[in-house]
């Protein structure tokens, strides 16, 4: 279980994924809920720098059932600064952004697995989208189809620019928001949301406006019970405009920017009226794009691979969901808090890189 897990020093992020989704989302051997052990102080964050004891936060325990929901970050194109265009509608790679977890994923954990697309061409190379809703067959998970554009028309700009790198995330959070009401809030159905870089800002700002009830969304997007976001820009990047040729994402990503700025005062481990998402911040001190900084928000879990104390295997911005090993060759900084809002630093300039 998760708490034998993080005896170990040297860990995998596979390993961790893993434990995120299959321990979480698999039915547990006597039905029961994963609760913290009888000796933990509920409300008590643990803290712990290359922690060697139990984890006492676990998050919540759902069956196979549940939907795992993937949204994937921007269309940045190739190399450590980007190639894509401004403006541009393509996702190179589309079809294998999402694969290796999947395939970790599929000898361990049964359950529906939904890959999004948000960019008007996201093609593999047979010519088929890679749009994939999964066990679901009614709606699609190509957020551009016009059910959900028909109820975002006033937000974000409208539907203008909408499938290129210049379309407003605003606009895409009022998609993800509709495709999440057609396809759980409706039936009364819960979901897991997994978002990274870009996709994990989206993943946020969606249960922050629906938290907020902001014009243009629906007010019932189901049970989200977990949020996980890999690299995230949480406090921006100074350079995210580099990888798109300038494009709107880009500056909306760009540290200090007004959709930042809100999203750090209003947008704190959201969650919807009537329920409570656990939120999850994975990153890597060997990501040359966002480092630790995805760590600078609020987050029930917080996990940060290598460090400055050690060589050894490490990833990169897009490794963590690359990585099907299981060989424990990583070092891991993580804490855990049953109220997020303790994680969330006065100021980034303290040093709480490790902990909540």
């Not at 600078?296 to 690359?322: E, M, P, R, W």
Request: charged residues 15%.
């Amino acid at each position: 279980m998760l708490q034998n897990i993080f005896n170990f020093k040297h860990v995998s992020l596979s390993i961790y994924f893993f434990t995120l989704i299959v321990i979480f989302l698999s039915p547990i051997a006597d039905a029961s809920p994963l609760v913290p052990p009888h000796n933990a102080k509920r409300g008590e964050a643990t803290i712990s720098k290359y922690q060697d004891k139990p984890s006492l936060v676990t998050p919540f325990s759902i069956t196979s059932n549940e939907s795992v929901v993937a949204v994937h970050g921007l269309n940045a194109g190739d190399g450590s600064a980007g190639t894509a265009s401004y403006g541009s509608s393509q996702m190179p790679g589309c079809d294998t952004y999402w694969s290796d977890a999947r395939s970790f994923l599929s000898s361990r954990w049964q359950g529906d697995f939904r890959q999004l697309t948000y960019y008007a061409n996201e093609i593999k190379p047979n010519g088929s989208g890679c749009a994939d809703n999964g066990n679901e067959h009614t709606y699609s998970a190509n957020l551009q189809t016009q059910t959900y554009r028909n109820q975002c028309g006033n937000v974000g700009g409208g539907n203008s620019n909408a499938g290129t790198n210049n379309e407003n995330m605003d606009h895409i959070s009022c998609l993800l928001a509709w495709y999440l009401y057609y396809n759980f809030g409706q039936h009364g159905w819960a979901e897991t949301l997994v978002g990274h870089s870009m996709g994990g800002l989206i993943v946020r700002r969606t249960l922050q406006l629906v938290r907020d009830h902001a014009a243009g969304f629906p007010t019932n997007i189901g049970n989200v019970t977990d949020a996980i976001i890999f690299n995230t820009p949480n406090i921006g990047e100074a350079l995210a405009t580099w990888g798109c040729a300038g494009c709107y994402q880009g500056h909306q990503m760009t540290t200090n920017s007004a959709f930042i700025n809100d999203m750090i005062t209003h947008g704190q481990a959201p969650s919807v009226s009537g329920y409570t998402t656990d939120w999850t911040v994975v990153t890597s001190s060997c990501d040359l794009l966002v480092a630790d900084d995805p760590l600078y928000t609020a987050a029930n879990h917080k996990v940060l691979y290598g460090s400055s104390y050690s060589q050894d295997f490490c990833y990169g911005h897009g490794g963590a969901i690359h990585d099907t090993s299981t060989i424990e060759d990583a070092i891991v900084q993580y804490c855990d808090t049953l109220n997020p809002l303790r994680t969330y630093p006065k100021t980034y300039k303290e040093e709480t890189r490790s902990h909540c």
